[in-house]
Structures are given as C-alpha cells and as structure tokens.
C-alpha cells in the first residue's frame, strides 16, 4: 500500500511482532524536487488560422408540432379528406 499524500510505501506491522502500540520507524521520504527548469531551445511560431464559416442553429420544432403544422397546410390547401 501506498501514502495518498507523497506516493510512500506504507509498512505494515506482522502479527505476533510484539507491540502493536509501538512506533514504527518509517524511511525518510522520496525526494520530490522537480530540478531546474530548461528552457526550450526553439519557441514555436504562431500563425494566424481564417476563420471557418459556420452554419446558423436551425430552430427546435417538435415532432408534435411539425405533424400539425403539415396537417394544417393540407387542410388549408383543400387536399384533406373531404
């Protein structure tokens, strides 16, 4: 098992090891200094992207809503059932 804080190795007593009160003495922790920081040798070029024409948002229409709406035209044209 290992600490959730800095990644140690968590020891784990034995039964019949004696006291399971005493302390135990735990390894000195993993080094966790990241080093100097290197900078890069070439920083990129930035180049200016067109802008890509984007379709308008079409309008919600419910499937409820579109079957009235046909049915309304066929009325209004004089196509419905008679």
Do not use: I
């Amino acid at each position: 098992m290992f600490c959730l804080d800095d990644g140690t190795e968590l020891l784990q007593a034995t039964a019949g090891s004696g006291d399971p009160n005493a302390t135990l003495r735990m390894p000195a922790p993993r080094s966790t200094d990241p080093g100097p920081t290197v900078a890069s040798a070439k920083a990129p070029t930035l180049v200016e992207q067109p802008l890509k024409p984007q379709a308008e948002p079409q309008p919600f229409v419910s499937p409820g809503s579109a079957l009235r709406n046909a049915l309304e035209r066929a009325r209004f044209r004089g196509s419905w059932a008679q």
